[in-house]
């Protein structure tokens, strides 16, 4: 059984969804470390994100840049080689 080949508009539907996606929990990661340090800084408790925030920041700002990387160094596809792929 052959396995279902992706386009090249459906691979770059999965990339940008995939990017969109990476931004997105960055943004929310910031935005929630935001508030918990006001919310520290308002009320004299001390917060430590130390251990959440590197962790995020590694996981998905990697997989942006390998993502990037992948889209640097593929190889372009020629007018051929998508005919074949229809």
């Known amino acids: 059984m052959k396995g279902k080949r992706l386009t090249e508009a459906q691979k770059g539907q999965m990339a940008r969804g995939l990017v ?3 931004i997105g929990v960055l943004s929310i ?7 918990l340090k006001t ?13 959440v925030l590197p962790f995020v920041s590694v996981a ?3 997989e942006l840049l390998m993502l ?3 889209r640097i160094f593929a190889k ?7 005919e074949e792929t229809v």
Do not use: M, R
């Open 20 to 22: 969109y996606y990476c």
């Open 29 to 35: 990661a910031a935005l929630w470390a935001l508030i």
């Open 39 to 51: 919310y520290g800084a308002i009320h004299n408790v001390t917060v430590d994100l130390s251990d």
């Open 60 to 62: 998905f700002g990697g």
């Open 68 to 70: 990037l990387a992948k």
């Open 76 to 82: 372009p596809t020629t007018k051929n080689e998508q």
